[in-house]
């Protein structure tokens, strides 16, 4: 049964930074896989932030790039995302995603693809 368990997640002013992490169990990191994360402000639908692949190619919306970075520690089965310069358009709750097909992450970013999900946690940016 794999589990993602996200964390990190806070209030900040504009101009700071957060970094996430997304605890993954019941997750074989040897073979092929794609990891993501994606995000949910009300009354929007889920977009997608970033994601990495097995190989640790990654991808980036134009929304975040230049100020997220997507990485992963494989040893200890641990996605991160940093999240610097923030602003006010960032808050939103902020999902992680897996699924064992590592074109999962050249699929443009849709949601529905992914087969496992975390709980999400909140990420609050004020002005």
């Known amino acids: 049964q794999v589990q993602l368990v996200e964390s990190g997640g806070g209030s900040v002013q504009a101009g700071g930074s957060l970094r996430l992490s997304c605890a993954a169990s019941?997750?074989?990191?040897?073979?092929?896989?794609?990891m993501a994360w994606f995000r949910q402000a009300p009354g929007n639908e889920r977009e997608g932030v970033a994601t990495?692949?097995?190989?640790?190619?990654?991808l980036y919306a134009e929304a975040v790039k230049g100020r997220f970075t997507i990485s992963k520690d494989n040893a200890k089965n641990i996605l991160y995302l940093q999240m610097n310069s923030l602003k006010h358009e960032d808050t939103a709750m902020y999902y992680c995603?897996?699924?064992?097909?590592?074109?999962?992450?050249?699929?443009?970013?849709?949601?529905?693809?992914?087969?496992?999900w975390g709980q999400g946690t909140q990420v609050t940016v004020s002005s």
């Open positions: 995603a897996a699924d064992s097909n590592i074109y999962r992450c050249y699929s443009g970013f849709r949601a529905f693809r992914f087969g496992y």
């Open positions: 019941g997750y074989t990191y040897s073979r092929n896989y794609c």
């Open positions: 990495i692949d097995s190989d640790g190619s990654t």
